[in-house]
């Protein structure tokens, strides 16, 4: 390199007169980084390389996605089988056993149960099933614990409202009924009426509603007790007596001991298998739906 040639690299007034033309000190260059479309573009990349890098991708295999299409599956399904649309408690239910079968089943395959098994996903959740309530075992429940399972679920141990009572169902001719109701009343009514006679003894009222209507049998526990009466269901007219009428009752922890730990016991082997479950989700990502 000449001696000039390094006088001119080298002055500093020749390396300003350059930079003065430098690509980046252009108008359309200083214009365009002025634009908010690019900073929000070069956000946009900085969040994705910055999402990559913390949330790596997930393997197929390790994903779990409860879907839109899945839910509606689901309710479709229920709907259908009990005739009425679940409630959330039930959307809720249906959901966290479709979490914890998919995880067995995933688990399963894992573990090589598919191989050489022409079995369909149900057989294999089955297999699976039994492997983890083999390992498990039901607590013996304290008193303050089928209390509180007592409280939660009154509706299946409490005595129900009970009737008892007498129906003759005389069809849709208001006319005969009262001319029959004279004759029972006077005690004359023929072997004919006798034969239409039904007993309900001791039966819950609320069973009865299918069978007559609400307004019916609202009106049949208002009636005088050991007297015969004249009264319009949905199907036409009765005569009825009222033998006896039983208020609700709760009943005791001491009185419902039997079918309640047994029950109780069975509540408590599925929370432990589902926490069994669960810890084999550890190594799954869920989207879509929160692991019960």
């Known amino acids: 390199m000449t001696d000039e040639a390094v006088d001119s690299f080298s002055h500093p007034a020749a390396g300003s007169a350059r930079a003065r033309h430098a690509w980046w000190h252009t108008h359309a260059v200083q214009r365009l980084l002025r634009e908010p479309l690019l900073h929000f573009l070069v956000l946009g ?3 994705f390389v910055i999402n990559a890098v913390v949330v790596p991708g997930v393997p197929k ?3 779990i996605e409860f879907t839109p299409e899945i839910r509606k599956s689901l309710i ?5 089988q009990q005739k009425r649309a679940p409630s959330p408690a039930e959307i809720k239910r249906l959901t966290d056993d479709w979490l914890l079968n998919e995880i067995v089943y995933r688990e399963a395959l894992a573990q090589g149960f598919d ?7 149900d057989r294999i959740n089955q297999k ?4 983890i309530f083999s390992n498990i075992r039901p607590s013996a429940p304290k008193a303050a614990d089928l209390q509180k399972w007592l409280d939660a679920h009154r509706d299946r141990y409490d005595i ?11 069809g849709k001719s208001q006319a005969d009924a009262q001319a029959t109701l004279k004759l029972i009343d006077a005690g004359k009514e023929p072997e004919s009426v006798r034969l239409l006679a039904r007993s309900y003894t001791n039966r819950p009222v609320d069973t009865l509603t299918a069978g007559f209507s609400k307004p019916f049998v609202a009106a049949l526990k208002t009636q005088p007790l050991h007297t015969w009466q004249l009264m319009q269901s949905g199907d036409g007219w009765h005569i009825v007596r009222v033998e006896g009428l039983l208020p609700k009752r709760a009943v005791t922890v001491a009185e419902a001991t039997g079918p309640m730990v047994e029950e109780w016991q069975q509540d408590d082997l599925r929370k432990k298998a589902a926490q069994a479950v669960r ?6 990502v869920i989207k879509g739906a929160t692991l019960p």
């Open 76 to 80: 479709n399904t229920f709907t259908e």
């Open 45 to 47: 990349a900085l969040l």
């Open 128 to 131: 699976m099933r039994l492997l």
């Open 160 to 170: 129900p409202e009970r009737i008892s009572f007498f129906d003759v169902p005389m």
């Open 115 to 121: 191989k050489g098994d022409d079995m369909i996903r």
């Open 279 to 284: 810890a084999m989700a550890k190594p799954y």
């Open 61 to 63: 295999e390790r994903l």
